[in-house]
């Protein structure tokens, strides 16, 4: 008895879902694969040796110490403590940086779509982003409970090689005409950079995190009708007079 054609049709339907879903299946098993012998890889290319972690600790512990000896911090435990504090600060910044700087290896490794990649690749910064304000308001709240505010200031500058001080300086010894509001403004935002400079994972990019609010306040200064290139040759000419006079 043969098969009428109707179900014939359905037959060969049903066969080409069938294959399709397979298909399907198998790309994502094939995907999912190639995700997970990327992050594996990745991790493992990031993976320091014990003597690799014992000097990273030494060198975030010298760079820690360097800054808590400033804050003339009489009491031990209260010194030890904030030590601790700033130790660990470093290694969970540094820890935050290299577990998305993994994923983003596994990502590029992936058989998807760019946009499909670019999408990962926000979440995954966005989810770093998140990390790291949490980690920042954590290790204040940990220095508010074991220094004054003076003194978390200095922990800021420290970690930040003073460059808000020196900015800030240097925008009034170069247009000593600036008015108390635009003053404000420009520390106002530096002080924004500092706090996101904190928890810069280098030295390039705590200072490209100030770059970028220098960018800021230029335009805010041009915008109020500074002309900045002649101010700042202007500058140079009182610096050059001073080092004149000062022979």
Known sequence: MSLSLPFQDHLHSAAGILKSSTSSFKKIVVT????????????????????????????????AAKIVNTLSIKDSATYKNVLALLV???????????????????????SITAQESALQVQKQEEKKTAQLQQLHTSFLAGLQKNLTEGQIEQVKDGMTYGVLKVTYTAYQDMIPTLTEEQKKKIYTWLVEARELAMDGESSDKKHAIFGKYKGRINNYLSAAGYDLTKEREEWQKRINAKKESSK
Do not use: G, H, M, W
Not at 47 to 60: G, L, Q, R, S
Not at 88 to 110: F, G, V
């Open 32 to 63: 999912a694969i190639v995700t997970v012998f990327a992050f594996c890889t990745a991790v493992a290319q990031n993976t320091p040796t014990p003597e690799e972690k014992a000097a990273y600790i030494k060198v975030i512990t010298e760079r």
């Open 88 to 110: 660990d600060q470093y290694s969970n910044i540094n820890r935050i940086n290299e577990e998305t700087k993994i994923a983003l290896a596994a990502i590029k490794q992936q």
